[in-house]
Structures are given as C-alpha cells and as structure tokens.
C-alpha cells in the first residue's frame, strides 16, 4: 500500500515537473511578449505580464509593417487555417476512400498496391519538392491555395492507419449490409464513417498540425505576400529582428510566436479525447 502511494507520488511529480519544462518556455515568451522592446532590451526575458498587451498584438494583427511585408498577422492566420484545414479533411478523405478499396474491393493487387502507397513514406516532400512544383507551376496552381493543398492530401500514413481500423471492422456488418441491399457507396457513407469517427478525429489532428506548420512547401508556392503562412512570418520577422540599427521588436515576435501556436493547441485539447480513443481503437 505504501509503496503504491509512493509510486503514484513519484509518477505525479515526474509529470509535473515535466509540464512546467514545456510551458515555462510557452510562458516566458508570452509574458515577454506584453512590454515594451526597450524594457525587453534594457531587462531581458519577463516572467511577469507587462501592460502592453493590447497594444503589441493589436500591432501584430492588423499592421502591416510589423510583420515586415504587405500582409497582416491575420490575414496569415487565415492563410493558415485554410492551409491546415485543407490539409487535413483533404488526407482524411483521400485515405478513406483508398483504404477502403484496399480491404473492401477484392481485387489482385490490393495487397501490393497499399505496399506501393505505404513505401511513399519513404519519400519526404523535401525528396519530391521539385517535380512536385514542376507540377504545379505547369497546372497554373502556383499562388493558389489549391496549388498550396492538392499536391499534400495524399497520405500514406492515413491509408495505413484507415486500413488497419477497417479490416478490424466484423465483417458479418458488411453481410447485413448486404442483405440489406446496400451498395459499396451506402455501407461507407452509412456504417464505415460513424465507425470511424474516432479515427477521423485522429488522423485530423495529426495532419491539420503537420499542414500547420508546413514551412518548405508554402514558401516556395507563393511568391505573393497575401498568400503567405504564419510560420513565413514568424520566419520573417525574426530574421529582420537586428536589421536598421535599431532595437529589436522582441515583443512582436514573441506575440507572433504564441498567436501562431494557438490554433494548433486548442484542435489538440477540443479533440483530445476522440484522439486517443483513435488510437487505442486502431492499436486493437
């Protein structure tokens, strides 16, 4: 009994310790972010909020200048959003409607086909950059959002993951649905995605943070500032933090920073639950 009390001490304080090794970093930079840059230059990093907050993220948001080009802060946001959200429904439908081929549609080369598709992990978008914009740029998508999305929606890992929660799926529901008279179209949109909506929610959360914090393949889509990401502008501006001799607008960048790490966080945390069931599901 003691030892169990002791142990469950030590696991709660391991996990504690670990929280604040990841928020203090998050926290720093959000309290900086709320002085002045001369305070910041003269006192360094803050712990405590200052008295600026509206003023230095009301700055970021709507002024073009502070972010160095001819966009806002929120209009990068959205270009984001769009980019992330486009990402992930785009790879959630795209892996479903192949993992479902895949198991439900007896055909020959099923089983190596989804080899073929699985081994594209092996090929990194930093692999296939460059036919990949040669695509684009001959299609006419360059300076799109579709240029930016339609290259990214397919996803190995997805149809990997869809394919292994269908083929768990008993097959005496595919037999009613039969009996039924339910065709393939009706069984997916009917039986499969109800069941799948914890995976669904998984593999959403997975990809609208990896289309998020794309930063490769946007910058090299857009040569047009109102098209570009938040994670283009945190770039920018730190890189302009010491240019013109003048005093770094710490607090800008950190306000960019912590507005940019929002979105992400709270997809996490509304879905975190269908998330792990997800997994757990999938793990079975």
């Known amino acids: 009994m003691y030892q ?4 469950s001490l030590t696991n709660h304080i391991i996990l504690i310790l670990g929280s604040l090794f990841m928020i203090l970093p998050v926290w720093i930079a959000f309290a900086s972010s709320t002085h002045t840059r001369e305070f ?3 006192h360094g990093l803050q712990f405590l909020p200052g008295g600026h907050f509206f003023e230095n993220y009301g700055n970021i948001l709507f002024d073009e200048s502070a972010t160095k080009g001819r966009v806002t802060a929120l209009q990068m946001l959205f270009n984001s959003m769009v980019l992330g959200l486009g990402f992930a429904i785009g790879k959630v439908i795209i892996s ?12 020959r ?7 073929v598709v699985f081994s594209t992990l092996l090929l990194p978008l930093e692999v296939r950059i460059v036919p990949s914009y040669e695509v684009v740029a001959q299609l006419g998508l360059l300076n799109s959002y579709t240029g930016l999305i339609l290259p990214l929606i397919a996803s ?3 149809t990997f993951f869809f394919r292994q929660f269908f083929r768990s799926v008993p097959d005496e529901l595919l037999e009613a649905a039969r009996l039924d008279g339910a065709g393939p179209w009706r069984f997916f949109i009917d039986i499969l995605v109800p069941l799948s909506v914890t995976m669904i929610a998984a593999i959403f959360i997975i990809m609208f943070v990896v289309g998020w914090n794309q930063y490769l393949w946007p910058l090299l889509m857009t040569t047009d500032d109102k098209l ?3 994670v283009i502008g945190i770039k920018q501006v730190y890189n302009s933090l010491y240019e013109g001799g003048q005093i770094p607008q710490f607090p800008k960048a950190f306000a960019l920073t912590i507005m940019a790490s929002i979105p992400p966080v709270l997809v996490v945390v509304i879905f975190q639950r ?3 069931r997800g997994l757990v599901e999938t793990e079975k």
């Open 4 to 7: 169990s009390k002791w142990r």
């Open 40 to 42: 910041l230059f003269q």
């Open 96 to 107: 479903m409607m192949a993992a479902y081929a895949i198991v439900y549609f007896r055909f």
């Open 109 to 115: 080369l099923a089983v190596p086909l989804f080899w």
């Open 156 to 158: 190995a890992t997805g």
């Open 228 to 230: 570009y990401t938040i």
């Open 274 to 276: 269908m998330f792990i």
